[in-house]
């Protein structure tokens, strides 16, 4: 009775011991931010968020950007955005973004024909589960023509400021990583070791998306991820938009003829076609760019770097994006 009292208690002093360690070491990631999804999921209506030097405050509807009702004319084209931190735009203002870049490209288009509208429902930290969860929340009330999922390389992994995908996902994984996960939502010791086992494998608390186990069929969270995209490109065609998915490569290997990023958005490219889901690969029109010039100190694309994600988006989608063009929209060009 008495060891197990004393080990009762010394787990306990160790359990105490990594919750006050975890906000005092960068090398921890610390808990999960987010074990309930607010409802609906999204950033609430007329609320700011800092981000590094800027600050968004969100709309009456929740997203990025002149407040649209959910009804519209008939001469818009109205083109909702889904994703995380890159699509949302950490650390540049609302109209330095890429979707906003892109309206005022599909703006340009359609002249004095018409009218378009891109609503940015990006949110930091989102995964495609949670992108699922904002379209039926909020994005899919404003009956949008067309739907962009933004994917960036760490939507398929555990990550804690996102619910736990092992206790979400329906598709079986590892053996024990359920339990292990589930695990480290509850106890400080348990991330702590899973931390630091990380650290050893991968030199950073936040296991590596690269080289030749990324973004592939046989990774868990990928596989959770491909089958949300799919529940995600179902619901859209038959709310009667098309979907597609803008594939966002990190921005740190640009100018690295090497770069391991280059296999894992080709297997994502396939993965998709697979499953009959439109994508467009950034990866090849940015590869070449000075990551200085393009990054901020989070390694998020700076205002440049939107400038370049707009560029390319309109290089490989544009032809796609005008074909829904409202016919009271003339002859859109675009090449302006």
Do not use: K
Not at 6 to 27: K, N, Q, S, T, Y
Not at 94 to 103: K, Q, R, T
Not at 136 to 159: K, M, Q, S
Not at 276 to 294: M, N, Q, T, W
């Amino acid at each position: 009775m008495f060891a197990v009292g004393a080990a009762v208690c010394a787990g306990l002093l160790v359990e105490g011991f990594c919750r006050v360690a975890e906000p005092m070491f960068d090398v921890l990631r610390g808990p999960f931010e987010l074990e309930d999804v607010p409802e609906p999921a999204g950033l609430p209506p007329n609320t700011e968020v800092e981000h590094l030097e800027a600050r968004t405050t969100t709309n009456a509807g929740g997203y990025q950007g002149a407040y649209h009702p959910p009804t519209r004319t008939e001469d818009t084209l109205r083109v909702a955005v889904l994703g995380d931190s890159f699509t949302f735009g950490w650390g540049v203002e609302g109209d330095e973004a890429w979707p906003a870049l892109l309206e005022r490209r599909l703006d340009g288009a359609f002249g004095d024909g018409g009218d378009a509208e891109v609503l940015n429902f990006g949110v930091p930290g989102y995964n495609t589960w949670l992108a699922l969860q904002t379209w039926r929340g909020r994005a899919r009330e404003y009956a949008p023509d067309v739907v962009l999922l933004g994917y960036y390389t760490n939507d398929v992994e555990i990550d804690r400021r996102v619910p736990n995908v092992h206790r979400l996902c329906p598709l079986d994984g590892p053996a024990g990583a359920r339990r292990w996960t589930r695990l480290t939502e509850l106890s400080a010791l348990a991330r702590v070791i899973d931390d630091l086992r990380n650290v050893r494998r991968f030199g950073s608390s936040q296991p590596t998306m690269e080289g030749p186990g990324a973004l592939a069929e046989d990774h868990h969270g990928f596989a959770c991820s491909m089958l949300w995209a799919e529940e995600l490109a179902s619901e859209v065609e038959a709310a009667g938009a098309r979907f597609a998915v803008v594939q966002l490569p990190h921005m740190q290997d640009l100018s690295d003829p090497e770069d391991p990023e280059r296999a894992g958005q080709e297997r994502l490219a396939a993965a998709l076609g697979r499953r009959e889901i439109r994508s467009f690969s950034l990866y090849p029109g940015l590869a070449g760019l000075d990551p200085e010039h393009v990054n901020n100190v989070h390694q998020h694309p700076n205002a440049a770097g939107h400038q370049a994600i707009a560029a390319v988006v309109w290089t490989e989608a544009a032809a796609w994006l005008l074909e829904g063009a409202p016919s009271g929209q003339g002859q859109p060009d675009p090449g302006r």
